[in-house]
């Protein structure tokens, strides 16, 4: 009787750990079946690119566009649309406030200094922006984690496919609004989605 039972348990062990190591080749991060234990916006703390603590929290009341950024993609030059949004909106409460990372072709290598002098040389930002994160894979950020799984964000969840993804988020912390890569900072559809959360 003992021996008929090891066959199938051994057999079922065998499969389970076939099944671990396949989720890991394919890249899926098991840790992500953890809880988020953080339930707003708000509950983050976030390093700037100085490697000051930000709470999120001090962005109450702001509209906010989260974008994930690159220093070396064909989308680059959208910072020069970024700026020109966040200065045109700034003094009625909006934000850009630029996350890089390096998940798409290596297209941010850059350390958070060398992050910081291209932006403000080559495009003179002054908007936010933070240490460089992963928005991505088994690393994601608990931020991109929050701004992309169904729990959190329902109505505009999903992975991040490049750089220059756009969330929008009203005075509230709601996510609103979510724009792709190709959406450029100066359409009609993101300046309308801005000016009608700053009302």
Not at 74 to 80: A, D, F, P, V
Not at 96 to 121: H, M, R, Y
Not at 132 to 157: C, M, W
């Amino acid at each position: 009787m003992k021996k008929k039972l090891i066959l199938p348990v051994a057999a079922l062990i065998i499969f389970i750990g076939l099944m671990i190591v396949q989720a890991k080749n394919r890249g899926t991060d098991m840790s992500q079946t953890k809880p988020l234990t953080e339930k707003s916006i708000y509950d983050f703390i976030m390093k700037d690119i100085d490697g000051q603590d930000i709470k999120m929290d001090q962005y109450r009341g702001k509209v906010l566009l989260i974008v994930n950024v690159a220093s070396k993609c064909g989308y680059t030059k959208q910072y020069e649309g970024l700026q020109k949004i966040y200065l045109k909106y700034r003094d009625q409460g909006f934000l850009v406030l630029g996350f890089p990372a390096n998940n798409f072709l290596s297209q941010e290598p850059g350390t958070d200094e060398e992050i910081k002098t291209f932006c403000s040389t080559k495009y003179n930002v002054t908007f936010p922006m933070f240490s460089k994160i992963s928005v991505k894979g088994d690393d994601k950020h608990p931020l991109y984690r929050f701004l992309t799984e169904t729990q959190s964000n329902p109505e505009f969840a999903g992975e991040i496919k490049w750089n220059f993804n756009k969330f929008l988020v009203d005075k509230s912390g709601k996510i609103i609004a979510r724009f792709s890569s190709g959406d450029k900072p100066e359409d009609d559809s993101l300046i309308q989605a801005i000016e009608k959360a700053l009302k």
